[in-house]
């Protein structure tokens, strides 16, 4: 069972134990265990240490959510929390503030804030008085966090799933209009074939003597894969026999695939995280709302593309001439 971790901050344990086990229960009804540590240690040296409690808390956990008391003792309040997380932390985990004093919380928590950055750290900060209304507050929080982990995790599944699917109606695509400039790609796939390293010379070497080697190249997706049907749709382009407007859109897919395929891949903060042998690339949610936009555009632009030739390949028989 996966965790869902929680960084509490409140001046009293004891006041909030009863808080603690109903955020415990929301967890877990989620199908999450819950792991929850409360920090009691208030005070702006705790805060702004790098010894302190509260700050090493802050900086050393892997937390999913936030929650804090606003109203808290030695004139800490809860703005100065979320100015460390935010500022000089650069953490934007939710957070979600909450009081036994509603009335003025709102009002408190917005003016604690400096105008100009008010914005900046406000981002991703839920307020909520103590009773129902906290409960319900934490398990939306909870429920949003949780649908951000399952669109930033299955983005993976879908990239490649998708790139397999492009990748056989670019076969088809080449498949039905290949033959107006067979020539070419004859030539193309030659000079590809004399420039392969050692190992992998064996494979072009027969494919080099074929009258027309195209068909071979679309039924071996092991041994001439997607880079060999991109330099044959290339072609097709530049003899503008047809016409593709998402080009970069695919060349960034087929990047991914190999980049998701073959790297590691976490969350932190919300924000999938994938660890390259370049560094490390970060995709926020608006990041993977825009791959999902790209796959629509490309499936889009390959349909009519299939459309336009009828969905049927029209390779005059070889053999009768």
Same mark, same amino acid.
């Given at each position: 069972? @996966?965790?869902?971790?929680?960084?509490?901050?409140?001046?009293?344990?004891?006041?909030? !134990?009863?808080?603690?086990?109903?955020? *415990?229960?929301?967890? *877990?009804?989620?199908?999450?265990?819950?792991?929850?540590?409360?920090?009691?240690?208030?005070?702006?040296?705790?805060?702004? @240490?790098?010894?302190?409690?509260? $700050?090493?808390?802050?900086?050393?956990?892997?937390?999913?959510?936030?929650?804090?008391?606003?109203?808290? %003792?030695?004139?800490?309040?809860?703005?100065?929390?979320?100015?460390?997380?935010?500022?000089? &932390?650069?953490?934007?985990?939710?957070?979600?503030?909450? @009081?036994?004093?509603?009335? #003025?919380?709102?009002?408190?928590?917005?003016?604690?804030?400096?105008?100009?950055? #008010?914005?900046?750290?406000?981002?991703?900060?839920?307020?909520?008085?103590?009773?129902?209304?906290?409960?319900?507050?934490?398990?939306?929080?909870?429920?949003?966090?949780?649908?951000?982990?399952?669109?930033?995790?299955? /983005?993976?599944?879908?990239?490649?799933? !998708?790139?397999?699917?492009?990748?056989?109606?670019?076969?088809?695509?080449? &498949?039905?209009?290949?033959?107006?400039?067979?020539?070419?790609?004859? $030539?193309?796939?030659?000079?590809?074939?004399?420039?392969?390293?050692? &190992?992998?010379?064996?494979?072009? #070497?027969?494919?080099?003597?074929?009258?027309?080697?195209?068909? %071979?190249?679309?039924?071996?997706?092991?041994?001439? &894969?997607?880079?060999?049907?991109?330099?044959?749709?290339?072609?097709?382009? #530049?003899?503008?026999?047809? @016409?593709?407007?998402?080009? *970069?859109?695919?060349? $960034?897919?087929?990047?991914?695939?190999?980049?998701?395929?073959?790297?590691?891949?976490?969350?932190?903060?919300?924000?999938?995280?994938?660890?390259?042998?370049?560094?490390?690339?970060?995709?926020?949610?608006?990041? /993977?709302?825009?791959?999902?936009?790209?796959?629509?555009?490309?499936?889009?632009?390959?349909?009519?593309?299939?459309?336009?030739?009828?969905?049927?390949?029209?390779?005059?028989?070889?053999?009768?001439?």
């Amino acid at each position: 069972m @996966s965790k869902f971790r929680i960084l509490w901050i409140d001046d009293q344990k004891t006041k909030c !134990k009863r808080d603690v086990r109903s955020v *415990e229960r929301i967890i *877990e009804t989620l199908g999450y265990e819950a792991d929850i540590q409360l920090i009691d240690d208030i005070s702006a040296e705790s805060l702004s @240490s790098k010894n302190g409690t509260l $700050n090493k808390a802050i900086r050393a956990r892997d937390v999913d959510l936030f929650i804090i008391d606003y109203n808290l %003792k030695n004139d800490l309040f809860g703005g100065d929390v979320v100015e460390e997380i935010r500022w000089n &932390n650069d953490i934007y985990t939710d957070i979600v503030f909450y @009081s036994s004093v509603p009335a #003025s919380l709102i009002d408190a928590v917005q003016k604690s804030f400096e105008s100009e950055s #008010s914005m900046q750290y406000f981002d991703g900060v839920y307020i909520a008085p103590l009773g129902d209304e906290f409960t319900e507050k934490i398990r939306s929080v909870i429920v949003k966090i949780i649908k951000s982990w399952y669109n930033v995790h299955s /983005i993976r599944g879908i990239v490649l799933s !998708k790139a397999s699917k492009f990748e056989q109606m670019i076969s088809t695509i080449i &498949n039905i209009n290949y033959y107006q400039c067979l020539d070419k790609l004859k $030539n193309d796939v030659t000079e590809k074939g004399d420039n392969v390293c050692n &190992n992998t010379i064996a494979k072009w #070497s027969s494919l080099k003597k074929e009258s027309d080697p195209i068909p %071979k190249i679309l039924n071996d997706p092991i041994n001439f &894969n997607w880079k060999v049907k991109e330099m044959l749709l290339e072609r097709l382009c #530049s003899e503008k026999i047809i @016409s593709i407007s998402v080009w *970069e859109d695919i060349k $960034n897919i087929f990047s991914l695939r190999n980049n998701f395929a073959h790297n590691p891949m976490h969350l932190r903060e919300g924000v999938l995280v994938l660890s390259t042998r370049k560094g490390e690339e970060k995709f926020d949610e608006n990041d /993977i709302d825009e791959i999902r936009a790209k796959l629509t555009r490309i499936e889009d632009d390959l349909q009519r593309l299939i459309d336009i030739g009828g969905g049927q390949v029209i390779i005059p028989d070889l053999h009768d001439k």
